[in-house]
Protein backbone atom coordinates (compact mmCIF):
# COMPACT_ATOMS: atom_id res chain seq x y z
CA UNK A 1 0.00 0.00 0.00
CA UNK A 2 0.88 3.40 -1.16
CA UNK A 3 1.10 6.40 2.02
CA UNK A 4 2.18 10.16 1.21
CA UNK A 5 2.58 12.54 4.04
CA UNK A 6 3.51 15.90 3.62
CA UNK A 7 4.73 18.13 6.12
CA UNK A 8 6.40 21.96 6.63
CA UNK A 9 3.77 23.77 5.91
CA UNK A 10 3.09 27.20 8.06
CA UNK A 11 2.64 30.84 8.08
CA UNK A 12 5.00 33.22 6.20
CA UNK A 13 5.54 36.64 5.38
CA UNK A 14 5.18 37.85 1.72
CA UNK A 15 8.84 37.29 -0.08
CA UNK A 16 9.93 34.57 2.98
CA UNK A 17 10.86 30.71 1.85
CA UNK A 18 9.45 27.23 3.14
CA UNK A 19 10.66 24.20 2.35
CA UNK A 20 7.70 21.17 2.02
CA UNK A 21 8.47 17.52 2.35
CA UNK A 22 6.49 14.57 1.26
CA UNK A 23 7.37 11.12 2.60
CA UNK A 24 6.67 8.37 0.65
CA UNK A 25 5.92 4.15 2.07
CA UNK A 26 5.23 1.44 -0.51
CA UNK A 27 6.66 -0.13 -3.98
CA UNK A 28 5.46 2.62 -6.66
CA UNK A 29 7.99 3.62 -9.61
CA UNK A 30 5.68 6.90 -10.69
CA UNK A 31 6.72 10.56 -10.79
CA UNK A 32 5.69 12.66 -8.10
CA UNK A 33 3.91 15.88 -8.08
CA UNK A 34 3.08 18.95 -6.03
CA UNK A 35 -0.66 20.03 -6.36
CA UNK A 36 -2.17 23.02 -4.60
CA UNK A 37 -5.82 24.04 -3.77
CA UNK A 38 -6.95 27.17 -2.62
CA UNK A 39 -10.45 27.77 -1.22
CA UNK A 40 -13.61 28.01 -3.49
CA UNK A 41 -10.99 26.80 -6.29
CA UNK A 42 -10.00 23.77 -8.21
CA UNK A 43 -6.92 21.43 -7.34
CA UNK A 44 -3.89 22.82 -9.52
CA UNK A 45 -0.48 21.31 -11.05
CA UNK A 46 2.47 22.82 -9.20
CA UNK A 47 5.62 20.56 -9.98
CA UNK A 48 6.77 17.20 -10.79
CA UNK A 49 9.70 15.26 -10.80
CA UNK A 50 10.42 11.85 -12.33
CA UNK A 51 11.24 8.80 -10.67
CA UNK A 52 14.22 7.88 -13.00
CA UNK A 53 16.83 10.96 -13.78
CA UNK A 54 16.48 14.80 -12.89
CA UNK A 55 13.77 15.61 -15.35
CA UNK A 56 11.01 18.41 -13.26
CA UNK A 57 8.45 20.38 -14.79
CA UNK A 58 6.65 23.58 -13.11
CA UNK A 59 3.70 25.59 -13.77
CA UNK A 60 3.59 29.09 -14.98
CA UNK A 61 3.09 30.85 -11.77
CA UNK A 62 5.98 28.82 -9.65
CA UNK A 63 8.89 28.40 -12.03
CA UNK A 64 11.70 30.38 -11.09
CA UNK A 65 10.46 30.59 -7.51
CA UNK A 66 9.89 26.72 -6.83
CA UNK A 67 12.48 24.00 -7.32
CA UNK A 68 11.18 20.28 -6.74
CA UNK A 69 13.47 17.73 -5.58
CA UNK A 70 14.19 14.28 -3.92
CA UNK A 71 16.25 12.12 -2.47
CA UNK A 72 18.40 9.41 -4.54
CA UNK A 73 15.68 6.48 -4.21
CA UNK A 74 12.60 8.84 -4.39
CA UNK A 75 11.13 8.11 -1.02
CA UNK A 76 11.26 12.00 0.27
CA UNK A 77 10.19 14.75 -2.24
CA UNK A 78 11.00 18.35 -1.86
CA UNK A 79 9.30 21.71 -2.90
CA UNK A 80 11.31 24.66 -1.56
CA UNK A 81 9.49 27.84 -2.12
CA UNK A 82 11.23 31.32 -2.17
CA UNK A 83 9.78 34.58 -2.53
CA UNK A 84 6.40 33.84 -1.95
CA UNK A 85 3.36 35.57 -2.55
CA UNK A 86 -0.27 35.80 -1.07
CA UNK A 87 -1.31 33.81 -3.88
CA UNK A 88 0.33 31.19 -3.21
CA UNK A 89 -1.60 30.40 -0.12
CA UNK A 90 -3.17 27.11 -0.80
CA UNK A 91 -3.27 23.36 1.00
CA UNK A 92 -0.28 21.86 -0.81
CA UNK A 93 -0.95 18.18 -1.71
CA UNK A 94 2.05 15.64 -2.98
CA UNK A 95 1.04 12.88 -5.28
CA UNK A 96 2.43 10.23 -6.33
CA UNK A 97 1.26 8.35 -10.38
CA UNK A 98 1.84 5.05 -11.55
CA UNK A 99 5.03 4.61 -14.05
CA UNK A 100 4.41 6.94 -17.14
CA UNK A 101 6.17 9.59 -17.41
CA UNK A 102 5.60 13.09 -15.98
CA UNK A 103 1.99 14.10 -14.76
CA UNK A 104 0.57 17.24 -14.63
CA UNK A 105 -3.23 16.66 -14.25
CA UNK A 106 -4.57 15.84 -11.27
CA UNK A 107 -7.12 12.64 -12.68
CA UNK A 108 -3.19 11.19 -13.68
CA UNK A 109 -2.06 10.58 -9.74
CA UNK A 110 -2.94 7.97 -8.30
CA UNK A 111 -2.00 8.33 -4.74
CA UNK A 112 -2.35 11.22 -2.59
CA UNK A 113 -1.03 12.50 0.92
CA UNK A 114 -3.78 14.38 3.27
CA UNK A 115 -2.26 18.09 2.28
CA UNK A 116 -0.54 20.58 4.30
CA UNK A 117 -1.61 23.98 4.66
CA UNK A 118 0.62 27.15 3.43
CA UNK A 119 -0.44 30.60 3.81
CA UNK A 120 1.48 33.82 3.02
CA UNK A 121 0.31 36.74 4.89
CA UNK A 122 1.90 39.67 6.62
Known amino acids: QVQLAESGGGLVQPGGSLRLSCTISGRTFGSTGWFRQAPGKEREFVAA????????YYSDSVRGRFTISADDVKTTVYLQMNNLEPEDTAVYYC?????????????????WGQGTQVTVSS
Open 49 to 56: IGYNGPNT
Open 95 to 111: ARRMPGGLGLRVREYSF
